[in-house]
């Protein structure tokens, strides 16, 4: 099937050059043909193809680059200086793990005296909880006035809120001082190094790029007809150029709920499995999303369907004359070229691919039979 379909695609012009000639001349039979007018038509045997039978899809296509599902920019969240690389381009990392760390002095000083502050007022309320405790025993032998006891009772709140802020500013300087230590935010695998060692860098410095390509994601727009045919979690077969002949499998991952007010288009996002990391980001592709089949359907190629709206039909050979018939169209599968005839020809009929206009009931002849006859020696001719 997909034989003829591409000889009818590579031959297109051929009945728009056809011959139309009138037979004529010659003996007295000759003669009597030509008064009649017997209009023929000859056609390549590719001008011409046969209705089968096979399954059809019809899809939802969009084309463009795979992407890792993914993709983080790691940038310096403090100034200094970089002491160390802990990753490189092209090496796996998991979440957390060292990237680099950056050397700044005062930004690990002020840990160290917050962590001070911090000993300095657990100290301080530990002191004041003793107090607390010697007036309580003074305030009951009767030896404590009570102003004074409300007073040992106030130092240790004072003693315990100073603590308390202490800690909190401790702890705000070591989240800066911890991140002094670049880390990973994913695991996967580094993309690009922006930094050396030695180099002075500033906040919003992007430092690496780490990208996540267990899933390649192809992200395209589709037009609203479209999108409504489209659903998370259909499959996807994917094509790509850098593997021809191989097909891999896939899935709508995410369906835009709103289309985009200028353009009319909706944007999909198809989800490709990569475990293995075998195939890597950046890959032009193609995907289809599959979004009805049928597994047996009459088919033609798309060529031969001609008229527009409900008045479509094909040119049937029958019986050697063109007949006109009216079709009802179901699936239509670009990828293939195809598309099922619900009602109108069977399976095995003969229909005309080339494009042109041929009138309904004449003779058709191929180029094989044209070319016998002429070839034939005439016979009675002196």
Known sequence: MNGWYSRAQRSLPAIASALFFLTAAGCAKETADAAEGTVEVVLAEHDV???????LSSAVVLTGTLNPYLQVEVKAQVPGVVSRIGADRGDQVRQGVALARIEAQGITSQASSAQSAVAAAEANVALARRQLASSQRLYEAGALSEIDYRTAQVQVEAAESQLSGARAQAAAAGEQAARTTVQAPITGEVNERHVSEGEVVSVGQTLFSVVNSEFLELEGQVPVDQAARVREGQTVVFSLDAYP???????????????????RQVAVVMRLPNPDRSLIGGLFASGQVITDSVEEAVVVPAAAVRGNGDDRYVLVIDNNLLVRRPVRLGLQQSSRGLVAIEE??????RVVVSPGAVPEGVQIRFETEAAAEISAPAVGVE
Do not use: D, W
């Open 49 to 55: 193809a046969v209705a089968t039978s096979t399954s």
């Open 245 to 263: 002949g191989q097909e891999f499998r896939g899935a709508v991952s995410r369906v835009a709920p709103v289309a985009n007010p200028g353009t």
């Open 344 to 349: 109108g020809v069977e399976v095995g009929e």
